[in-house]
């Protein structure tokens, strides 16, 4: 039941569950800088806004040219966003749960089970 619409700077895919959180995976252009947790916090910040004012990063991971961060946002417009950051020497890959304030679903499969397949 997902569906794929074009977004600014790439794909997006994403899908809603029964349970009102939306699922979204963007594939966007890799970063200018080389991927750390400040370059992550200005792209979050260039994603979400005054979101990003509320957005906490952890869980930086960097090995053998892949690199992923986790991070959590609470909105004015009182919806959370809870996601995954993945990239490779190509591409960025943005994975977004967002739904009410404390309402967001299952997220650990969607996020730690994700595959670059190829480049």
Same mark, same amino acid.
């Given at each position: 039941?997902?569906?794929?619409?074009?977004? $600014?700077?790439?794909?997006? *895919?994403?899908?809603? =569950? =029964?349970?009102?959180?939306?699922? /979204?995976?963007?594939?966007? $252009?890799?970063?200018?800088?080389?991927?750390?947790?400040? =370059?992550?916090? +200005?792209?979050?910040?260039?994603?979400? &806004? *005054?979101?990003?004012?509320?957005?906490? #990063?952890? &869980?930086? !991971?960097?090995?053998? &040219? *892949?690199?992923? !961060? +986790?991070? %959590?946002? +609470?909105? %004015?417009?009182? /919806?959370?966003?809870?996601?995954?950051?993945?990239?490779?020497? %190509? +591409? #960025?890959?943005?994975?977004?749960?967002? =739904? $009410?304030?404390?309402? !967001?679903?299952?997220?650990?499969?969607?996020?730690? %089970?994700?595959?670059?397949?190829? *480049?």
């Amino acid at each position: 039941g997902s569906v794929v619409k074009a977004g $600014p700077e790439g794909p997006v *895919r994403s899908v809603t =569950a =029964a349970d009102g959180t939306r699922y /979204t995976v963007s594939v966007l $252009p890799m970063l200018k800088d080389k991927p750390s947790e400040k =370059a992550f916090l +200005h792209f979050m910040m260039k994603v979400q &806004g *005054r979101c990003s004012e509320k957005v906490k #990063l952890d &869980g930086f !991971i960097e090995k053998a &040219g *892949r690199t992923a !961060i +986790h991070y %959590q946002a +609470h909105c %004015q417009d009182k /919806t959370d966003w809870d996601g995954m950051i993945f990239t490779n020497e %190509q +591409h #960025l890959v943005l994975l977004s749960a967002q =739904a $009410p304030f404390g309402k !967001i679903g299952v997220t650990e499969p969607f996020f730690y %089970q994700f595959e670059f397949l190829g *480049r």
